[in-house]
């Protein structure tokens, strides 16, 4: 069966420092890998969808960077964090082929301090 | 651009009662439909989800969800809640296969109180 796997589940980061946050994929090939953001009280917005290594699209402008360097490995990044970046990060996963659904990681809680 | 609506932010309701929660989208094209449900700090799981076919789809836990193409809207409905289904539900759209983007509405927190 596949699972998804992000990390670290919770990070308190002081303003300007840099941000890793990881997410990996098991038991699917070529899926394709998304990362949302979740501020509080607020919906999910899409930050970055990529549909193959190195392939990446940022949906909107911002201070975060993604990559993929592998098939089933998404990272998303800062060089300096602010405050406003500050929220519940979700990596999810979907089969490449066809319309269906997104399967989501736990999450990982950004507190920037 | 694609667009959800949940107009209702928190949804207070007793035990036992039915509960729908709203929904509205904004496409031009043929569109799939979903709802997550999410509990405290953890990530979001599949509820149900429209794909084509039939307009009505039920989730294993005894929610279901109908498709009205004229009405442009996927609510959410459960004929009896009990207190753990005290969750925030979200409702998403996608008007593209090849990429499964998902636009997500804002939420809504079902509060079931005994």
């Known amino acids: 069966s596949q699972t998804i796997h992000q990390w670290p589940a919770t990070l308190v980061q002081p303003v300007g420092s840099p941000l890793s946050l990881e997410c990996t994929v098991e038991?699917?090939?070529?899926?394709?890998l998304y990362w949302y953001r979740q501020a509080a009280g607020r919906g999910l917005q899409l930050l970055f969808y990529?549909?193959?290594?190195?392939?990446i699209s940022s949906e909107v402008p911002q201070n975060l960077s993604a990559s993929r360097p592998q098939d089933r490995q998404f990272i998303l990044s800062s060089k300096k964090l602010l405050l406003s970046d500050s929220g519940f990060y979700l990596c999810?996963?979907?089969?490449?082929?066809?319309?269906?659904?997104?399967?989501f990681g736990e999450g990982s809680r950004l507190t920037v301090l | 651009a694609q667009s959800v609506t949940q107009l209702d932010s928190q949804v207070p309701v007793f035990e036992e009662a039915p509960v729908e929660l709203r929904c509205n989208y904004s496409?031009?094209?043929?569109?799939?439909l979903f709802w997550y449900v999410q509990y405290p700090n953890q990530g979001l799981q599949l509820l149900l989800k429209?794909?084509?076919?039939?307009?009505l789809v039920e989730s294993i836990n005894g929610f279901e969800a109908e498709f009205n193409k004229s009405q442009t809207s996927f609510h959410l409905r459960k004929p009896s809640v009990h207190i753990s289904d005290t969750a925030e539900y979200f409702c998403?759209?996608?008007?593209?296969?090849?990429?499964?983007?998902?636009?997500f509405g804002t939420g809504t927190l079902l509060a079931v109180q005994p």
């Open positions: 496409s031009s094209v043929s569109v799939y």
């Open positions: 429209y794909l084509s076919g039939s307009t």
């Open positions: 038991g699917t090939s070529n899926p394709n």
């Open positions: 999810a996963w979907s089969a490449r082929q066809g319309a269906g659904e997104l399967f």
């Open positions: 990529s549909v193959g290594i190195g392939q």
């Open positions: 998403a759209v996608s008007d593209d296969g090849a990429t499964n983007k998902l636009i």
